[in-house]
């Protein structure tokens, strides 16, 4: 029999259990809800050349006000360097990044987005707005804060 390490022993019961299953399937289907809608209201906005992860990147860059270097993205974005890789790969030649060398590493080169994404950002913030208005209609904002710190725990909880 394999035994998984862990930092204590199991103590849910098989109701919480359960629960815990459901809750991790649900996170699941919810995860593939967002990105199948957030395609679509891509494709309504004329962003259709972009895939919901790929924008993340965009949004990131965005929020910096600075260039980044993809180490940093993928810090911050919590992906494997291969994935950051080809996002950014797939961004610059469709004209949403461009890459320059970092005057403080010549091994890593700065991503900043273009024009054509500074000029597409009001569409990207229509999109978010909609989206969050769907995902979250009938929240008020103590129920945000109790999901929101459900959320972060979680987080810590897998970050470490």
């Not at 993340?56 to 260039?67: E, G, I, K, S, T």
């Not at 209609?137 to 710190?149: I, K, P, Q, T, Y």
Request: with cysteine; proline share 6%; aromatic share 4%.
């Amino acid at each position: 029999m394999r035994h998984f390490p862990t930092d204590h022993a199991p103590t849910a019961d098989i109701a919480t259990r359960r629960c815990q299953t459901t809750a991790m399937l649900r996170l699941g289907r919810v995860h593939a809800l967002v990105e199948r809608r957030v395609r679509t209201l891509f494709e309504q906005a004329g962003l259709a050349d972009i895939t919901p992860a790929q924008s993340n990147v965009l949004m990131l860059l965005f929020n910096a006000r600075r260039p980044l270097t993809a180490r940093e993205i993928t810090h911050e974005i919590g992906l494997s360097e291969p994935t950051v890789s080809r996002f950014l790969k797939a961004l610059e030649a469709a004209g949403w990044v461009h890459r320059t060398p970092d005057p403080q590493d010549a091994r890593a080169r700065l991503v900043a987005p273009t024009d054509r994404a500074r000029e597409a950002l009001p569409r990207f913030i229509e999109v978010s707005n909609a989206l969050l208005d769907e995902v979250f209609a009938g929240f008020d904002h103590d129920e945000l804060s109790v999901l929101r710190g459900a959320i972060e725990r979680i987080t810590e909880n897998l970050d470490g």
